[in-house]
């Protein structure tokens, strides 16, 4: 189960529907063997395309190389679909490299980017696609 607070949670939906009709995504860092997301960090989808993300490879280096300094972990990786339901597409799957990750996919491909959306978070290991349950909490 992902447990989110939510702040990240409305973070992660405004991310979404900002860079609506291109999809969103970034991290969510939390500290090392916790499993508990703590730090937003929205990247920039190099791909700027409505149909696929890209994270760039001089900004995603850069972060892992921040998270390995506050002895941080990916704990959880988003992006936005903007055309299609929020589950895991076969790219999505093979560019799964966080088998400790959560993987959470926002839809927004009936709004427009404004109306409601699809939030499911799911774990990708080794190319199997399980989803789980979102606990959303207050934030502190």
Same mark, same amino acid.
């Given at each position: 189960?992902? /447990?989110i607070t939510q702040a990240l949670y409305d973070r992660i939906v405004a991310h979404a529907r900002a860079d609506h009709p291109d999809e969103a995504c970034g991290v969510i860092a939390g500290p090392a063997g916790s499993g508990r997301p703590e730090r937003f960090v929205p990247m920039l989808n190099a791909a700027? +395309? @409505? /149909?696929? *993300?890209e994270f760039d490879s001089?900004?995603?280096? %850069?972060l892992y190389r921040e998270m390995d300094d506050r002895d941080e972990e990916p704990v959880?990786? *988003? &992006? +936005? &679909?903007? %055309? /299609?339901e929020a589950y895991p597409s076969r790219t999505d799957v093979s560019y %799964?490299?966080?088998?400790g990750a959560h993987y959470v996919l926002v839809s927004?491909? #009936?709004? #427009?980017g404004g109306g409601p959306f699809q939030f499911r978070s799911f774990r990708i290991v080794d190319g199997e696609i /399980?989803?789980?349950d979102v606990r959303v909490? @207050? +934030?502190s």
């Amino acid at each position: 189960m992902l /447990t989110i607070t939510q702040a990240l949670y409305d973070r992660i939906v405004a991310h979404a529907r900002a860079d609506h009709p291109d999809e969103a995504c970034g991290v969510i860092a939390g500290p090392a063997g916790s499993g508990r997301p703590e730090r937003f960090v929205p990247m920039l989808n190099a791909a700027r +395309s @409505p /149909t696929f *993300y890209e994270f760039d490879s001089t900004d995603l280096l %850069a972060l892992y190389r921040e998270m390995d300094d506050r002895d941080e972990e990916p704990v959880v990786i *988003y &992006h +936005s &679909h903007t %055309a /299609t339901e929020a589950y895991p597409s076969r790219t999505d799957v093979s560019y %799964a490299g966080e088998p400790g990750a959560h993987y959470v996919l926002v839809s927004t491909a #009936d709004t #427009d980017g404004g109306g409601p959306f699809q939030f499911r978070s799911f774990r990708i290991v080794d190319g199997e696609i /399980t989803e789980e349950d979102v606990r959303v909490v @207050p +934030s502190s």
